[in-house]
């Protein structure tokens, strides 16, 4: 439901028409202008900011640091390094933001769950000159699409963050270290980027777009048809029953991704609108009605429809991992109340570790993975439920990860879990019982051996 990367796959596939050809004209020259209020006139010299890092202590943004360049030459300026250039530095950005004209703001809607406070806006994610630079290409968007297009691009990078830039946790940064990047630099970095993107999606053209199911079916190896709505309803007006060869999704995760919240960043800057009320996800928003009861059962309701298009020899191939064996467990039950049948679950390894899984290692899912579903011929009634005790079941699955750990050698936990133990231990009702998968990792410390650089368990010697 969210219109941005409707248009990013638009553009992808090559059938953007509406980019007119003096926007990269304009643009340019619209970011010279915000470039101005990255430039500060030292006695040492012009100094051109692409980063500054602030501390909060008063809740005003207060710099501790300038980086960017000093004549020419890359510097870092601090009360530490060059402290008199520092104190004009500060002096001199204190004196520039105050003065910044009233923009447009938004509210956001108050939830502490992602650090959204009470009688929050949008310009408090945003550093004053960040806030000031993103308002005046947004005055401009209107009518482009390509400026739309780059300041969605840009703008998780713009925001105030920590180092390393969480585009996780668009509405959180910390309390010291805070880093703002000059959105001239970001911007102009995603400009080239884009730039090359649409001469090569130009080039390739890579499918047409049709604006019905009748018209792509005549001619599917080349079209695409994109719909935008509620699953319910697209699906059940625009496809016909038993016509889908392949499902692939990557649907919402509990609480832990609020997109149409998230969103209001992008929706106030771009003008690409987010639907708040249509979209199904569990959410401690402030107001809203999004419980994790409602959150299962409007998912359940938008699988059925999925379910209904679906072929009888047709897979469902779905993108979903969590930390939480009771989520997965929640999660399983919900689609097979829509009439599909959990087949089997595969882990997709990666060498590199994500920012969550570095700083909390035991109980973080690692990799991807894929669980892959079947339709049924009719929807299921009743939960699996445990008929054996915990400390049954617990013995169960050491048992059955001691059986993984003989057949594919040293294993993480995730990859045991993924490809073997939560297809085997759903039927018992053993994952509603577990809410972390901490339980897990006590349970198998006990049992074997963590071999700490590869993070995989093995058998006692």
């Given amino acids: 439901m969210n219109e941005m990367p409707l248009e990013n796959l638009r553009l992808t596939l090559g059938s953007v028409t509406d980019l007119a050809p003096d926007d990269l004209y304009r643009l340019e020259e619209l970011l010279e202008s915000i470039r101005d209020l990255y430039i500060f006139q030292t006695t040492a010299g012009i100094f051109e900011v692409q980063k500054i890092i602030h501390t909060s202590g008063n809740s005003a943004l207060d710099p501790i640091a300038f980086v960017g360049t000093l004549g020419g030459v890359k510097s870092r300026v601090s009360n530490r390094e060059h402290p008199s250039i520092f104190r004009e530095l500060r002096k001199s950005y204190l004196a520039r933001s105050k003065p910044l004209k009233k923009r447009d703001n938004a509210p956001l809607a108050e939830n502490s769950r992602i650090a959204v406070k009470a009688g929050m806006q949008v310009s408090d994610v945003f550093g004053p000159l960040g806030f000031e630079a993103l308002s005046v290409l947004r005055e401009h968007t209107r009518g482009s699409l390509l400026f739309r297009l780059l300041i969605g691009a840009s703008l998780h990078l713009c925001r105030l963050t920590d180092r390393g830039s969480q585009s996780q946790f668009p509405f959180w940064f910390p309390k010291e270290n805070i880093h703002e990047k000059s959105v001239f630099e970001v911007v102009s970095k995603k400009l080239g980027e884009l730039v090359t993107h649409i001469e090569l999606s130009r080039s390739l053209r890579l499918a047409e777009i049709v604006p019905s199911f009748s018209s792509w079916r005549t001619n599917h190896r080349t079209a695409a048809l994109l719909l935008k709505g509620s699953a319910s309803r697209v699906l059940r007006d625009e496809l016909p029953d038993e016509s889908v060869d392949l499902v692939l999704t990557d649907p919402p995760y509990f609480d832990q991704v609020p997109y149409g919240e998230y969103l209001k960043l992008w929706e106030h800057f771009t003008g690409f609108a987010s639907d708040l009320d249509a979209e199904i996800v569990e959410s401690s928003r402030v107001g809203s009605d999004r419980s994790r009861t409602r959150f299962l059962d409007d998912l359940s309701a938008a699988f059925f429809e999925v379910r209904k298009k679906m072929k009888p020899s047709s897979l469902m191939l779905v993108y979903f991992k969590d930390s939480k064996p009771k989520n997965l467990h929640d999660f399983i039950f919900c689609l097979e109340r829509a009439g599909l049948v959990f087949e089997t679950q595969v882990h997709i390894s990666k060498q590199s570790f ?100 590869t993070r995989r368990w093995r058998k006692a010697n």
């Fill in 354 to 453: 994500t920012y969550k899984q570095n700083s909390s290692q035991e109980n973080t899912v690692g990799g991807d993975s894929i669980m892959v579903f079947s339709p049924g011929n009719s929807r299921v009634s009743r939960k699996p439920t445990s008929e054996e005790s915990i400390e049954k079941l617990d013995e169960l699955f050491v048992s059955l990860f001691a059986e993984y750990l003989d057949t594919h050698g040293p294993s993480t936990l995730t990859e045991a879990l993924d490809n073997s133990l939560i297809r085997k231990m759903y039927p018992t009702g053993y994952l509603s019982l577990i809410k972390s998968s901490s339980h897990f990792n006590k349970l198998i410390s006990h049992n074997f051996v963590l071999e700490k650089k």
